[in-house]
Structure formats: C-alpha cells, structure tokens
T-cell receptor
Framework: SQTIHQWPATLVQPVGSPLSLECTVE??????LYWYRQAAGRGLQLLFY??????ISSEVPQNLSASRPQDRQFILSSKKLLLSDSGFYLC???????????FGPGTRLLVL | AQTVTQSQPEMSVQEAETVTLSCTYD???????LFWYKQPPSRQMILVIR??????QNATENRFSVNFQKAAKSFSLKISDSQLGDAAMYFC?????????FGAGTRLTVKP
C-alpha cells in the first residue's frame, strides 16, 4: 500500500533562517505531488505541484520554492523565512493530476 | 475566480443523529470536481467523498452522502448516524484542471 511521510512534524525557526521540509511517498511510481499551506483557521492554499521529476509549478508567488530531486521526493524550501510563513504545511500525492489526493501528516511551522 | 464558501464555521451533532454541512462555490465552468475532506485533530487530511459535476447522481460513501445541486452551485455533506470519530474539521474543495480551491472549513463536534 502507498504511504506518504513528512518531516519534521514540528519546526520552530527564527525569521530570516532557511527552511527545508521533506515529503516522500512509498508504494507508487511517478506520483503527482503537491505542497499546501494551511494558515490558522483557514482552508488550504495550494503552493506548488509537480507532475514529474524536475517539473515544478508554482501557484502563489512568495519566498518559498519547491524541488523534486527524485520521483517520490518533494522538498519545500526557503532561503529566508518570514513571520507570515508560519502555518501548517501539507504534502499530498495523487495518481492522476489533481484527482483524488492523499495527504501526509503535515508539518507545523512556527516562525518567530 | 472560483471561490468555495462554507458558511458554517462550527456545527455540532448528537451521536447517532444526522448532520448536514453546507458548501457553495462560484464557477462559470460546467465540468469540474467537488470534494469533501476531513481533518481530524491529527491534522492529516482524509478524502471523504468525491463528486463529478457531469454526474447527476449524488455520491455516497457509507454514512456519508452529498446533495449536489449544480444549478444552485451547492454541495452539502450529510453525515448519518454520527459517531464520535466523525469529530473533525471538514473542508469542501473545488477542482477544475489545475485549479484547486478549498473552503475555510467547518468544525464538527459530536456530543455523546
């Protein structure tokens, strides 16, 4: 069966520090991958999606970036975190692009 | 731009009773998909039910069913025989192509 992992589960970072969140999927090949952010009390906002290795589409301009160095690995990065980057980050995958998505456990990021 | 509105920030239901969560959306398209996701305290997003706009028949998954009113752009979720484990945030989502949008969520409390 397929599983999706995210780490770390919780992260506290100072403003201006770099960020790297990792997401990996097991049990499937060539998944479509997504990064979402959920601000407190809000719905999900799609940040990036990838339909294949090295292919990244950005939905929202910001100081975050994403990379897909391997088929089942999706990384969310930032060179300098802002206070507004605080939130809950969810990674998801799907078999068909933007069809039924399966979400990971999420990473709670607090920028101080 | 397509928007998804969940007008009920919070709802409560007695165990074993039925509850309906509301969702409306704004689109000028005729072909799209609608979803309900559940986010329990663990924060992981879980797909509850999915509806294709071209299908007139309402989707059903065990105790969960939807009332899809395409002309009214309404997509409500009915939970029958509510269980304590149903307590969670519920998010309505709209997708057309690469455009995926989520509502702000409804927090459901189940009273024993």
């Amino acid at each position: 069966s397929q599983t999706i992992h995210q780490w770390p589960a919780t992260l506290v970072q100072p403003v201006g520090s770099p960020l790297s969140l990792e997401c990996t999927v097991e049990g499937t090949s060539n998944p479509n991958l997504y990064w979402y952010r959920q601000a407190a009390g809000r719905g999900l906002q799609l940040l990036f999606y990838s339909v294949g290795i090295g292919q990244i589409s950005s939905e929202v301009p910001q100081n975050l970036s994403a990379s897909r160095p391997q088929d089942r690995q999706f990384i969310l990065s930032s060179k300098k975190l802002l206070l507004s980057d605080s939130g809950f980050y969810l990674c998801a995958w799907s078999v068909v692009a933007f069809e039924t998505q399966y979400f990971g456990p999420g990473t709670r990021l607090l920028v101080l | 731009a397509q928007t998804v509105t969940q007008s009920q920030p919070e709802m409560s239901v007695q165990e074993a009773e039925t509850v309906t969560l509301s969702c409306t959306y704004d689109t000028s398209e005729s072909d799209y998909y609608l979803f309900w996701y559940k986010q329990p305290p663990s924060r992981q997003m879980i797909l509850v039910i999915r509806q294709e706009a071209y299908k007139q028949q309402n989707a059903t998954e065990n105790r969960f069913s939807v009332n899809f009113q395409k002309a009214a752009k309404s997509f409500s979720l009915k939970i029958s025989d509510s269980q304590l484990g149903d307590a969670a945030m519920y998010f309505c989502a709209y997708r057309r192509g690469n455009d995926m949008r989520f509502g702000a969520g409804t927090r459901l409390t189940v009273k024993p």
